[in-house]
Protein backbone atom coordinates (compact mmCIF):
# COMPACT_ATOMS: atom_id res chain seq x y z
CA UNK A 1 0.00 0.00 0.00
CA UNK A 2 1.78 2.88 -0.60
CA UNK A 3 0.68 6.19 1.40
CA UNK A 4 1.17 10.04 0.78
CA UNK A 5 1.70 13.11 3.35
CA UNK A 6 -0.53 16.19 3.66
CA UNK A 7 1.34 18.85 5.56
CA UNK A 8 0.44 22.31 6.30
CA UNK A 9 2.49 24.72 7.85
CA UNK A 10 2.03 27.51 10.20
CA UNK A 11 4.83 29.77 10.60
CA UNK A 12 4.80 32.47 13.00
CA UNK A 13 7.13 36.11 11.51
CA UNK A 14 8.46 38.18 14.13
CA UNK A 15 8.65 41.55 12.74
CA UNK A 16 12.13 44.09 12.73
CA UNK A 17 9.79 47.09 14.07
CA UNK A 18 11.79 49.42 16.50
CA UNK A 19 8.30 48.93 19.17
CA UNK A 20 5.82 46.73 19.91
CA UNK A 21 2.64 45.98 18.42
CA UNK A 22 0.11 47.61 21.01
CA UNK A 23 2.64 49.81 23.18
CA UNK A 24 6.09 52.18 23.05
CA UNK A 25 8.46 49.69 24.27
CA UNK A 26 11.24 48.26 22.36
CA UNK A 27 11.86 45.38 21.01
CA UNK A 28 15.52 45.19 21.05
CA UNK A 29 16.43 41.41 22.15
CA UNK A 30 18.98 40.64 24.86
CA UNK A 31 17.76 43.67 27.21
CA UNK A 32 18.08 42.22 31.22
CA UNK A 33 14.58 40.84 32.33
CA UNK A 34 11.89 42.96 32.37
CA UNK A 35 13.69 46.05 31.39
CA UNK A 36 11.50 46.46 28.09
CA UNK A 37 7.88 46.77 29.54
CA UNK A 38 4.98 48.94 30.28
CA UNK A 39 1.61 48.88 32.14
CA UNK A 40 0.27 47.89 28.43
CA UNK A 41 2.00 44.57 27.66
CA UNK A 42 2.35 44.02 31.43
CA UNK A 43 -1.32 43.25 31.05
CA UNK A 44 -2.44 46.15 33.94
CA UNK A 45 -6.14 47.04 34.27
CA UNK A 46 -7.38 50.14 32.38
CA UNK A 47 -4.65 50.51 29.91
CA UNK A 48 -4.99 51.23 26.07
CA UNK A 49 -3.78 49.40 23.70
CA UNK A 50 -3.11 50.78 20.22
CA UNK A 51 -2.23 49.62 17.17
CA UNK A 52 1.36 50.15 15.76
CA UNK A 53 1.38 51.33 11.83
CA UNK A 54 4.61 49.89 10.83
CA UNK A 55 3.01 46.36 11.76
CA UNK A 56 0.08 47.08 9.80
CA UNK A 57 2.13 48.40 6.69
CA UNK A 58 4.37 45.10 7.27
CA UNK A 59 1.66 42.78 7.21
CA UNK A 60 0.18 44.55 3.86
CA UNK A 61 3.68 44.04 2.20
CA UNK A 62 3.66 40.42 2.71
CA UNK A 63 0.19 40.17 1.99
CA UNK A 64 0.73 41.81 -0.98
CA UNK A 65 3.77 39.63 -2.04
CA UNK A 66 2.20 36.43 -1.44
CA UNK A 67 -0.76 36.88 -3.78
CA UNK A 68 -3.26 37.32 -1.02
CA UNK A 69 -6.94 39.20 -0.70
CA UNK A 70 -6.39 41.83 1.74
CA UNK A 71 -9.80 42.28 3.74
CA UNK A 72 -10.49 45.94 4.25
CA UNK A 73 -11.95 45.86 7.50
CA UNK A 74 -9.40 44.13 9.98
CA UNK A 75 -10.71 43.05 13.93
CA UNK A 76 -8.51 42.48 16.39
CA UNK A 77 -10.04 39.42 18.49
CA UNK A 78 -8.72 37.85 22.31
CA UNK A 79 -7.89 34.56 22.20
CA UNK A 80 -8.02 33.18 26.04
CA UNK A 81 -4.95 30.79 27.60
CA UNK A 82 -4.10 30.56 30.81
CA UNK A 83 -0.17 30.70 31.01
CA UNK A 84 2.21 32.63 32.81
CA UNK A 85 4.18 34.08 29.81
CA UNK A 86 1.19 35.82 28.73
CA UNK A 87 0.25 38.21 31.73
CA UNK A 88 -3.36 39.32 30.41
CA UNK A 89 -4.79 35.63 29.90
CA UNK A 90 -5.17 36.30 26.40
CA UNK A 91 -3.64 37.14 23.44
CA UNK A 92 -4.19 39.78 20.74
CA UNK A 93 -4.64 38.02 17.31
CA UNK A 94 -7.28 38.29 14.81
CA UNK A 95 -9.62 35.42 14.08
CA UNK A 96 -12.79 36.38 12.09
CA UNK A 97 -11.12 38.96 9.89
CA UNK A 98 -7.56 38.49 9.56
CA UNK A 99 -5.61 40.88 7.62
CA UNK A 100 -5.17 38.42 4.52
CA UNK A 101 -6.77 35.73 2.87
CA UNK A 102 -6.45 33.15 0.06
CA UNK A 103 -2.88 33.69 -1.50
CA UNK A 104 -0.08 31.40 -2.48
CA UNK A 105 3.43 31.41 -3.18
CA UNK A 106 5.53 29.28 -5.63
CA UNK A 107 7.97 26.68 -4.42
CA UNK A 108 10.48 25.04 -6.79
CA UNK A 109 10.68 20.90 -6.09
CA UNK A 110 13.52 18.49 -6.37
CA UNK A 111 13.20 17.77 -10.22
CA UNK A 112 13.09 21.79 -11.27
CA UNK A 113 9.14 22.09 -11.46
CA UNK A 114 7.18 24.74 -9.80
CA UNK A 115 4.35 24.07 -7.52
CA UNK A 116 1.86 26.21 -6.03
CA UNK A 117 1.00 26.16 -2.08
CA UNK A 118 -2.17 28.24 -1.11
CA UNK A 119 -1.90 30.67 1.72
CA UNK A 120 -4.89 30.22 4.05
CA UNK A 121 -4.70 33.32 5.56
CA UNK A 122 -2.11 35.67 7.31
CA UNK A 123 -3.39 37.51 10.90
CA UNK A 124 -1.63 40.21 13.18
CA UNK A 125 -0.61 39.03 16.52
CA UNK A 126 1.32 39.44 19.52
CA UNK A 127 4.21 37.66 20.96
CA UNK A 128 3.96 36.01 24.80
CA UNK A 129 6.80 36.45 27.05
CA UNK A 130 9.69 33.72 27.83
CA UNK A 131 9.63 31.14 30.87
CA UNK A 132 12.64 30.03 32.66
CA UNK A 133 11.97 26.50 34.43
CA UNK A 134 14.10 26.03 37.98
CA UNK A 135 15.33 22.71 37.74
CA UNK A 136 14.88 21.95 41.08
CA UNK A 137 12.00 23.82 42.57
CA UNK A 138 8.48 23.70 40.93
CA UNK A 139 9.21 27.36 40.08
CA UNK A 140 9.29 29.09 37.01
CA UNK A 141 10.73 32.86 36.19
CA UNK A 142 8.71 34.78 33.81
CA UNK A 143 10.91 37.89 31.59
CA UNK A 144 7.81 39.58 29.26
CA UNK A 145 10.55 42.00 27.69
CA UNK A 146 9.42 39.52 24.14
CA UNK A 147 5.50 39.75 25.15
CA UNK A 148 3.82 42.13 22.69
CA UNK A 149 6.52 42.08 20.01
CA UNK A 150 4.78 41.76 16.48
CA UNK A 151 4.09 38.80 14.72
CA UNK A 152 2.73 37.60 11.49
CA UNK A 153 0.81 34.50 11.59
CA UNK A 154 1.07 32.80 8.35
CA UNK A 155 -0.80 29.49 7.33
CA UNK A 156 -0.87 27.68 4.82
CA UNK A 157 -3.29 25.10 2.81
CA UNK A 158 -2.49 21.18 3.47
CA UNK A 159 -0.72 21.66 0.02
CA UNK A 160 2.74 20.43 1.06
CA UNK A 161 3.21 16.13 0.11
CA UNK A 162 6.56 15.66 1.05
CA UNK A 163 9.33 17.49 3.76
CA UNK A 164 11.54 18.84 1.29
CA UNK A 165 8.71 20.55 0.07
CA UNK A 166 8.33 22.28 3.25
CA UNK A 167 12.16 23.00 3.38
CA UNK A 168 11.49 24.67 0.27
CA UNK A 169 8.01 26.66 1.16
CA UNK A 170 9.84 27.90 4.26
CA UNK A 171 12.98 28.83 2.10
CA UNK A 172 10.71 30.71 -0.11
CA UNK A 173 9.20 32.71 2.77
CA UNK A 174 12.31 33.27 4.79
CA UNK A 175 13.48 34.98 1.28
CA UNK A 176 10.30 37.17 0.90
CA UNK A 177 10.37 38.29 4.51
CA UNK A 178 13.72 39.16 4.17
CA UNK A 179 13.41 41.23 0.37
CA UNK A 180 10.97 42.88 2.33
CA UNK A 181 13.13 43.73 4.93
CA UNK A 182 10.06 43.11 7.31
CA UNK A 183 11.69 40.39 9.60
CA UNK A 184 15.34 39.01 9.82
CA UNK A 185 13.81 35.78 9.13
CA UNK A 186 16.33 33.68 11.36
CA UNK A 187 14.61 30.27 12.47
CA UNK A 188 18.04 29.34 15.27
CA UNK A 189 16.72 32.67 16.74
CA UNK A 190 13.50 32.61 16.71
CA UNK A 191 12.20 35.49 14.35
CA UNK A 192 10.81 32.40 12.15
CA UNK A 193 9.19 29.60 14.28
CA UNK A 194 7.11 26.66 12.69
CA UNK A 195 4.24 23.98 13.15
CA UNK A 196 3.36 21.80 11.24
CA UNK A 197 0.19 19.82 10.97
CA UNK A 198 0.78 16.51 9.29
CA UNK A 199 -1.65 13.43 8.44
CA UNK A 200 -0.67 10.73 6.00
CA UNK A 201 -3.29 8.73 3.54
CA UNK A 202 -3.72 6.04 0.82
CA UNK A 203 -1.96 7.49 -2.15
CA UNK A 204 -5.43 8.60 -4.81
CA UNK A 205 -7.81 8.93 -1.56
CA UNK A 206 -9.53 12.50 -1.39
CA UNK A 207 -10.33 12.30 2.75
CA UNK A 208 -7.76 13.75 5.03
CA UNK A 209 -6.51 11.25 7.42
CA UNK A 210 -6.38 12.19 11.48
CA UNK A 211 -3.07 14.72 11.80
CA UNK A 212 -0.86 15.64 14.16
CA UNK A 213 0.96 18.98 15.48
CA UNK A 214 4.56 19.00 15.50
CA UNK A 215 6.39 21.61 17.13
CA UNK A 216 9.66 22.45 18.90
CA UNK A 217 11.27 22.64 15.52
CA UNK A 218 14.63 25.16 15.64
CA UNK A 219 15.84 25.06 12.06
CA UNK A 220 14.92 24.17 8.01
CA UNK A 221 16.63 20.87 9.43
CA UNK A 222 14.78 19.88 12.08
CA UNK A 223 11.46 20.90 10.28
CA UNK A 224 12.36 18.25 7.77
CA UNK A 225 13.68 15.68 9.57
CA UNK A 226 10.41 16.02 12.07
CA UNK A 227 8.15 15.19 8.87
CA UNK A 228 10.61 12.32 7.22
CA UNK A 229 10.31 10.51 11.24
CA UNK A 230 6.27 11.77 11.84
CA UNK A 231 5.64 10.25 7.99
CA UNK A 232 7.21 7.12 9.26
CA UNK A 233 5.65 6.38 12.32
CA UNK A 234 2.11 7.42 10.93
CA UNK A 235 3.00 4.46 8.14
CA UNK A 236 4.22 2.19 10.74
CA UNK A 237 0.84 2.37 12.79
CA UNK A 238 -1.48 2.68 9.60
CA UNK A 239 0.17 -0.63 8.17
CA UNK A 240 0.05 -2.11 11.90
CA UNK A 241 -4.26 -1.57 11.33
CA UNK A 242 -3.65 0.81 14.53
CA UNK A 243 -5.44 4.26 14.59
CA UNK A 244 -3.45 7.24 15.12
CA UNK A 245 -3.96 10.05 17.62
CA UNK A 246 -4.61 13.76 17.19
CA UNK A 247 -2.39 15.12 19.32
CA UNK A 248 0.11 17.77 19.66
CA UNK A 249 4.18 16.20 19.44
CA UNK A 250 7.51 17.48 19.93
CA UNK A 251 10.48 16.72 17.59
CA UNK A 252 13.49 16.04 19.83
CA UNK A 253 16.33 16.86 18.31
CA UNK A 254 18.93 14.66 20.55
CA UNK A 255 16.83 11.93 19.71
CA UNK A 256 15.48 11.96 16.12
CA UNK A 257 12.40 11.69 17.48
CA UNK A 258 8.53 13.21 18.00
CA UNK A 259 7.14 12.59 21.24
CA UNK A 260 3.37 13.42 22.28
CA UNK A 261 3.57 16.85 24.43
CA UNK A 262 3.08 15.92 28.20
CA UNK A 263 0.28 17.37 30.42
CA UNK A 264 -2.99 16.97 29.85
CA UNK A 265 -4.11 17.78 26.44
CA UNK A 266 -6.66 20.50 27.05
CA UNK A 267 -8.81 20.69 23.47
CA UNK A 268 -8.15 24.30 22.33
CA UNK A 269 -10.83 26.60 24.03
CA UNK A 270 -10.01 29.56 23.26
CA UNK A 271 -13.08 31.74 23.67
CA UNK A 272 -12.16 34.22 21.13
CA UNK A 273 -14.12 37.26 21.04
CA UNK A 274 -13.38 40.94 19.44
CA UNK A 275 -11.46 43.05 21.41
CA UNK A 276 -13.21 45.96 22.40
CA UNK A 277 -9.95 47.76 23.13
CA UNK A 278 -8.96 48.17 19.76
CA UNK A 279 -10.88 50.00 17.35
CA UNK A 280 -11.66 48.30 13.82
CA UNK A 281 -8.96 48.60 10.89
CA UNK A 282 -10.21 50.18 7.81
CA UNK A 283 -7.76 49.74 4.71
CA UNK A 284 -8.66 51.64 1.58
CA UNK A 285 -7.93 50.67 -1.97
CA UNK A 286 -5.88 53.97 -1.99
CA UNK A 287 -3.81 52.66 1.22
CA UNK A 288 -3.31 49.13 -0.84
CA UNK A 289 -2.31 50.59 -3.81
CA UNK A 290 0.39 52.77 -2.19
CA UNK A 291 1.95 49.70 -0.63
CA UNK A 292 1.83 47.72 -4.11
CA UNK A 293 3.60 50.66 -5.75
CA UNK A 294 6.17 51.10 -2.66
CA UNK A 295 6.99 47.36 -3.19
CA UNK A 296 10.31 46.29 -3.86
CA UNK A 297 11.15 43.96 -6.95
CA UNK A 298 10.57 40.03 -5.72
CA UNK A 299 12.55 37.16 -5.73
CA UNK A 300 10.78 35.60 -8.42
CA UNK A 301 10.76 38.86 -10.41
CA UNK A 302 14.06 39.11 -10.01
CA UNK A 303 15.06 36.10 -11.43
CA UNK A 304 12.92 36.14 -14.47
CA UNK A 305 14.56 39.63 -15.28
CA UNK A 306 18.41 38.90 -14.61
CA UNK A 307 17.63 35.73 -16.48
CA UNK A 308 16.33 37.96 -19.66
CA UNK A 309 19.12 40.80 -18.90
CA UNK A 310 22.23 39.40 -17.82
CA UNK A 311 22.03 36.01 -19.95
CA UNK A 312 23.18 33.70 -16.85
CA UNK A 313 22.60 30.11 -15.91
CA UNK A 314 19.79 29.52 -13.95
CA UNK A 315 21.99 28.55 -10.58
CA UNK A 316 24.24 31.73 -11.09
CA UNK A 317 21.35 33.42 -10.72
CA UNK A 318 19.98 31.71 -8.04
CA UNK A 319 23.05 31.87 -5.54
CA UNK A 320 22.86 35.91 -7.01
CA UNK A 321 19.38 36.61 -6.03
CA UNK A 322 19.90 34.87 -2.52
CA UNK A 323 19.60 37.73 -1.10
CA UNK A 324 18.51 41.52 -2.07
CA UNK A 325 22.03 43.08 -1.17
CA UNK A 326 23.67 40.33 -3.18
CA UNK A 327 21.84 40.71 -6.25
CA UNK A 328 22.44 44.68 -5.95
CA UNK A 329 26.06 44.27 -5.09
CA UNK A 330 26.22 42.14 -8.66
CA UNK A 331 23.90 45.20 -10.42
CA UNK A 332 26.19 47.98 -9.34
CA UNK A 333 29.64 46.16 -10.50
CA UNK A 334 27.90 45.16 -14.09
CA UNK A 335 27.07 48.62 -14.20
CA UNK A 336 30.74 49.81 -14.17
CA UNK A 337 32.06 46.36 -15.66
CA UNK A 338 29.72 45.29 -18.59
CA UNK A 339 30.57 41.66 -18.02
CA UNK A 340 28.08 39.90 -16.14
CA UNK A 341 29.37 36.54 -16.12
CA UNK A 342 32.55 37.56 -14.87
CA UNK A 343 31.72 39.67 -12.63
CA UNK A 344 29.03 36.95 -11.25
CA UNK A 345 31.87 34.05 -11.27
CA UNK A 346 34.07 36.22 -9.09
CA UNK A 347 31.41 37.42 -6.36
CA UNK A 348 30.16 33.59 -6.38
CA UNK A 349 34.06 31.64 -5.74
CA UNK A 350 36.65 34.44 -4.72
CA UNK A 351 33.70 36.94 -2.68
CA UNK A 352 31.72 34.15 -1.43
CA UNK A 353 35.20 32.10 0.06
CA UNK A 354 36.10 35.12 1.60
CA UNK A 355 32.93 36.40 3.36
CA UNK A 356 32.47 32.67 4.30
CA UNK A 357 35.80 32.35 6.57
CA UNK A 358 34.12 34.84 8.03
CA UNK A 359 30.46 33.77 8.27
CA UNK A 360 29.82 37.85 7.04
CA UNK A 361 27.26 39.07 5.12
CA UNK A 362 27.55 41.16 1.79
CA UNK A 363 26.12 44.49 3.61
CA UNK A 364 28.91 43.76 5.95
CA UNK A 365 31.68 43.67 3.83
CA UNK A 366 34.33 46.08 3.12
CA UNK A 367 34.45 45.59 -0.58
CA UNK A 368 32.18 47.88 -2.56
CA UNK A 369 30.98 47.24 -6.17
CA UNK A 370 33.55 49.57 -7.45
CA UNK A 371 36.02 47.86 -6.39
CA UNK A 372 35.49 44.48 -7.47
CA UNK A 373 35.07 46.20 -11.28
CA UNK A 374 37.81 48.14 -10.79
CA UNK A 375 39.80 44.47 -10.25
CA UNK A 376 37.86 43.23 -13.32
CA UNK A 377 39.12 45.96 -15.30
CA UNK A 378 42.77 46.14 -14.30
CA UNK A 379 42.61 42.28 -15.02
CA UNK A 380 40.85 42.78 -18.85
CA UNK A 381 43.61 45.67 -19.66
CA UNK A 382 46.24 42.92 -18.78
CA UNK A 383 47.39 45.54 -16.17
CA UNK A 384 47.72 42.40 -13.46
CA UNK A 385 47.58 38.60 -13.84
CA UNK A 386 44.23 36.82 -12.01
CA UNK A 387 46.51 35.32 -9.16
CA UNK A 388 47.53 38.84 -8.25
CA UNK A 389 43.86 40.27 -7.98
CA UNK A 390 42.45 37.68 -5.62
CA UNK A 391 45.73 38.77 -3.47
CA UNK A 392 44.24 42.50 -4.14
CA UNK A 393 40.79 41.27 -3.46
CA UNK A 394 41.90 40.05 0.11
CA UNK A 395 43.57 42.60 1.21
CA UNK A 396 40.99 45.54 -0.21
CA UNK A 397 38.43 42.91 2.06
CA UNK A 398 40.15 43.17 4.97
CA UNK A 399 41.04 46.94 4.54
CA UNK A 400 38.34 48.52 2.22
CA UNK A 401 41.07 50.12 0.18
CA UNK A 402 40.36 50.73 -3.36
CA UNK A 403 42.46 47.71 -5.81
CA UNK A 404 43.87 50.85 -7.82
CA UNK A 405 45.90 52.39 -4.50
CA UNK A 406 46.81 48.80 -3.47
CA UNK A 407 48.57 48.03 -7.08
CA UNK A 408 50.04 51.83 -7.52
CA UNK A 409 51.37 51.77 -3.78
CA UNK A 410 52.49 47.79 -3.54
CA UNK A 411 54.41 47.97 -7.31
CA UNK A 412 51.81 45.62 -8.26
CA UNK A 413 51.49 46.35 -12.00
CA UNK A 414 52.21 43.46 -14.22
CA UNK A 415 55.70 43.29 -16.17
CA UNK A 416 55.29 43.37 -19.35
CA UNK A 417 58.66 45.41 -20.51
CA UNK A 418 60.49 42.82 -22.42
CA UNK A 419 63.85 43.66 -21.45
CA UNK A 420 62.90 42.37 -17.79
CA UNK A 421 61.41 39.51 -19.05
CA UNK A 422 64.03 38.15 -21.10
CA UNK A 423 66.63 38.68 -18.07
CA UNK A 424 64.19 36.62 -16.09
CA UNK A 425 63.92 33.67 -18.93
CA UNK A 426 67.29 33.77 -19.01
CA UNK A 427 68.13 33.50 -15.78
CA UNK A 428 65.76 30.96 -14.86
CA UNK A 429 66.88 28.86 -18.29
CA UNK A 430 70.54 28.64 -16.76
CA UNK A 431 69.22 27.59 -13.33
CA UNK A 432 67.14 24.99 -14.88
CA UNK A 433 69.66 22.79 -17.55
CA UNK A 434 67.63 19.56 -16.99
CA UNK A 435 64.06 21.16 -17.54
CA UNK A 436 65.21 22.70 -20.56
CA UNK A 437 66.94 19.69 -21.85
CA UNK A 438 63.72 17.89 -21.57
CA UNK A 439 61.94 20.61 -23.48
CA UNK A 440 64.33 19.99 -26.44
CA UNK A 441 63.92 16.38 -26.23
CA UNK A 442 59.92 16.99 -26.76
CA UNK A 443 58.65 17.05 -23.87
CA UNK A 444 56.68 20.17 -24.24
CA UNK A 445 54.92 19.99 -21.10
CA UNK A 446 57.58 21.17 -18.75
CA UNK A 447 57.57 24.55 -19.89
CA UNK A 448 54.85 25.12 -17.61
CA UNK A 449 57.13 24.58 -14.51
CA UNK A 450 59.41 27.09 -16.27
CA UNK A 451 56.87 29.76 -16.72
CA UNK A 452 56.16 29.24 -12.67
CA UNK A 453 59.94 29.56 -11.94
CA UNK A 454 59.21 33.12 -13.53
CA UNK A 455 56.44 33.85 -12.06
CA UNK A 456 57.59 32.89 -8.65
CA UNK A 457 60.66 35.20 -9.28
CA UNK A 458 58.79 38.01 -10.25
CA UNK A 459 56.15 37.65 -7.67
CA UNK A 460 53.29 36.99 -9.43
CA UNK A 461 54.15 40.10 -11.43
CA UNK A 462 55.24 38.44 -15.49
CA UNK A 463 52.80 38.52 -17.87
CA UNK A 464 52.13 35.05 -18.22
CA UNK A 465 51.33 34.42 -21.90
CA UNK A 466 54.32 36.70 -22.71
CA UNK A 467 56.83 34.54 -20.01
CA UNK A 468 55.43 31.85 -22.13
CA UNK A 469 56.80 32.97 -25.54
CA UNK A 470 59.90 34.36 -24.64
CA UNK A 471 61.02 31.02 -23.08
CA UNK A 472 59.88 29.20 -26.53
CA UNK A 473 61.82 31.61 -28.19
CA UNK A 474 65.21 30.91 -26.25
CA UNK A 475 65.28 27.49 -25.54
CA UNK A 476 62.86 26.14 -28.69
CA UNK B 1 -30.80 24.66 32.86
CA UNK B 2 -28.71 26.69 30.44
CA UNK B 3 -25.15 25.99 31.53
CA UNK B 4 -24.25 22.04 32.83
CA UNK B 5 -22.17 22.13 36.18
CA UNK B 6 -20.05 20.25 33.43
CA UNK B 7 -19.58 23.47 31.61
CA UNK B 8 -18.94 25.51 34.76
CA UNK B 9 -16.37 23.09 35.98
CA UNK B 10 -14.70 23.10 31.91
CA UNK B 11 -14.64 26.64 32.21
CA UNK B 12 -13.11 27.06 36.10
CA UNK B 13 -10.45 25.02 34.85
CA UNK B 14 -9.72 26.89 31.60
CA UNK B 15 -9.19 29.87 33.96
CA UNK B 16 -7.07 27.67 36.17
CA UNK B 17 -9.70 28.27 39.05
CA UNK B 18 -11.05 25.55 40.97
CA UNK B 19 -14.34 25.28 43.65
CA UNK B 20 -15.59 22.71 46.25
CA UNK B 21 -18.70 21.15 44.65
CA UNK B 22 -20.97 23.31 47.19
CA UNK B 23 -19.65 26.24 45.42
CA UNK B 24 -19.86 24.65 41.77
CA UNK B 25 -23.71 23.95 42.87
CA UNK B 26 -24.43 27.91 43.37
CA UNK B 27 -22.03 29.23 40.35
CA UNK B 28 -24.03 26.43 38.34
CA UNK B 29 -27.30 28.39 39.80
CA UNK B 30 -26.15 31.57 39.72
CA UNK B 31 -24.78 31.82 35.78
CA UNK B 32 -27.56 29.76 34.96
CA UNK B 33 -29.93 32.94 36.04
CA UNK B 34 -27.39 35.60 34.58
CA UNK B 35 -28.23 33.34 30.86
CA UNK B 36 -31.58 33.72 31.34
CA UNK B 37 -31.86 37.40 32.02
CA UNK B 38 -29.52 37.74 29.40
CA UNK B 39 -31.99 36.01 26.79
CA UNK B 40 -34.43 38.60 26.72
CA UNK B 41 -32.09 40.13 24.06
CA UNK B 42 -32.64 37.00 21.92
CA UNK B 43 -36.46 38.24 22.00
CA UNK B 44 -35.58 40.62 19.29
CA UNK B 45 -35.35 40.34 15.53
CA UNK B 46 -32.18 40.83 14.34
CA UNK B 47 -32.42 39.39 11.14
CA UNK B 48 -30.77 41.35 8.54
CA UNK B 49 -28.69 43.75 11.07
CA UNK B 50 -24.86 43.45 10.54
CA UNK B 51 -23.09 42.34 13.84
CA UNK B 52 -21.61 45.30 15.81
CA UNK B 53 -18.14 44.80 17.47
CA UNK B 54 -18.16 48.41 19.03
CA UNK B 55 -20.26 50.82 19.80
CA UNK B 56 -19.09 53.47 17.75
CA UNK B 57 -17.98 54.16 13.96
CA UNK B 58 -14.33 54.87 15.21
CA UNK B 59 -11.87 53.34 13.01
CA UNK B 60 -7.93 53.33 12.58
CA UNK B 61 -6.13 54.75 15.32
CA UNK B 62 -2.71 54.24 14.95
CA UNK B 63 0.76 55.02 16.68
CA UNK B 64 3.91 55.84 14.83
CA UNK B 65 6.82 53.28 15.40
CA UNK B 66 8.93 55.23 18.41
CA UNK B 67 9.94 53.76 21.20
CA UNK B 68 9.26 54.93 24.22
CA UNK B 69 11.14 54.18 27.93
CA UNK B 70 8.20 53.18 30.84
CA UNK B 71 9.21 51.52 34.18
CA UNK B 72 12.05 50.52 35.19
CA UNK B 73 12.42 47.09 36.30
CA UNK B 74 11.81 47.97 39.93
CA UNK B 75 8.65 49.46 39.26
CA UNK B 76 7.58 46.47 36.83
CA UNK B 77 8.62 44.08 39.75
CA UNK B 78 6.90 46.49 42.40
CA UNK B 79 2.93 44.54 42.32
CA UNK B 80 4.33 41.44 41.66
CA UNK B 81 3.73 39.60 44.69
CA UNK B 82 7.06 37.01 44.33
CA UNK B 83 10.09 38.28 42.23
CA UNK B 84 13.81 36.88 41.80
CA UNK B 85 16.55 38.56 39.58
CA UNK B 86 14.24 41.12 37.82
CA UNK B 87 12.03 38.18 37.15
CA UNK B 88 8.60 37.63 37.87
CA UNK B 89 8.70 34.03 40.02
CA UNK B 90 5.63 31.67 39.73
CA UNK B 91 4.60 28.05 40.46
CA UNK B 92 5.72 25.92 37.22
CA UNK B 93 3.11 25.02 35.31
CA UNK B 94 4.39 22.24 32.95
ZN1 LIG C 1 4.98 47.82 26.72
Redesign the pocket.
Known sequence: MEFEAVIGLEVHCQLKTKS?IF?S?STDFGAPPNTH??P??LGMPGVLPVLNKKVLEYALKLSLATNCSINNRNIFARKHYFYPDLPKGYQISQFDLPIAEHGWIEIEKQDGTKKRIGITRIHMEEDAGKLIHDDKRPLSYVDLNRT?TPLLEIVSEPEISAPEEAGEYLKVLRELVRYLEISDGNMEEGSLRCDANISIRKRGDTELGTKTELKNMNSFRHVQKALEYEIRRQTALMLDGQKIVQETRLWDEAKGITLPMRGKEEAHDYRYFPDPDLIPVEISAEWIDDIKNGLIELPAQKRERFKAQYGLPYEDIRSLTASRALADFFEECVKKFNNPKKVANWIMVELMKLLKQDALDIAQCKIQPQHLAELLLLIDEGKISGKIAKDILEKTYATGRPPTDIVNEEGLLQVSDDDTLYSVCKEVATENPKEVDKFRAGKKKVIGFLVGQVMKKTKGKANPKRVNEILIELIG | MKITKEEVSHIASLSRLSFEPEELDVISLQLNDILIYIEKLNGLDTSGVEPVTHAHDLVNAFRDDEVKE?LSNDEAMDNAPQSDNGQFKVPRII
Open positions: KCCVCICG | W
